[in-house]
């Protein structure tokens, strides 16, 4: 199981209503305590995190995990589906670039890519990218040239939400699944790969 040392977060934006990743109504003032909470805890934790401030020009911006898959000592930095997040990218680039010089860090190569990083669970012996308009086929292969060392799985989701808002780690070999219609058939997409 990898062992995680830092965390890079981002603020609550005053525009997180407008965030297109929610889709649903969201108390500020709840949502930051929620994330002071989550802060506070990875420190606890013995993490070392890297805080960056909110963007009102970038509504999703506290959707850090939709920027960059890292895996090991190689970071592959996503296209999201929506194009205002390229600034984003910059912004956890130039982090990763200065902070961490010992991690690798890749662009895609396919201009045609789409990638969001909220699509891709790494359970730490397989990788699952969901497939939906914000991750397509040719951001799948991306993140399947990037991490060569583990299969790469392409799961088909009938939603416009991320694949972790339907399935997610919960621990070295477990993985949480959700009680909705859609995450069921994500259930069962697992079970015919893995039987």
């Not at 965030?19 to 909470?37: C, L, W």
């Not at 969901?130 to 990037?146: D, F």
């Amino acid at each position: 199981m990898q062992t995680y040392t830092d965390a890079i977060v981002c603020g609550i934006p005053e525009t997180i209503p407008r965030s297109a990743s929610t889709g649903a109504s969201i108390d500020i003032g709840k949502a930051r305590e929620q994330h002071r909470v989550y802060v506070e805890t990875l420190r606890k934790l013995g993490m070392d995190v890297w805080e960056l401030e909110p963007d009102d020009n970038h509504p999703d911006c506290t959707f850090v995990e939709d920027i960059a898959i890292i895996c090991g000592d190689t970071a592959l930095l996503c296209r999201p589906g929506q194009q205002n997040r390229e600034n984003e990218v910059k912004v956890v680039k130039s982090i990763l670039f200065r902070e961490f010089s010992h991690i690798e860090l890749l662009d895609l190569k396919d201009d045609r890519a789409k990638l969001d990083g909220g699509d891709v669970v790494f359970t730490g012996r397989e990788i699952f990218v969901g497939m939906n308009k914000r991750t397509n086929e040719a951001g799948a292969q991306q993140v399947a040239k990037a991490f060569p060392d583990y299969p790469c799985l392409a799961i088909p989701l009938e939603s416009p939400l991320h694949l972790k808002d339907y399935i997610s780690m919960a621990g070295p070999k477990s993985i949480v699944v959700g009680d909705s219609a859609i995450a069921r058939k994500v259930l069962q997409v697992l079970h015919i790969l893995f039987n």
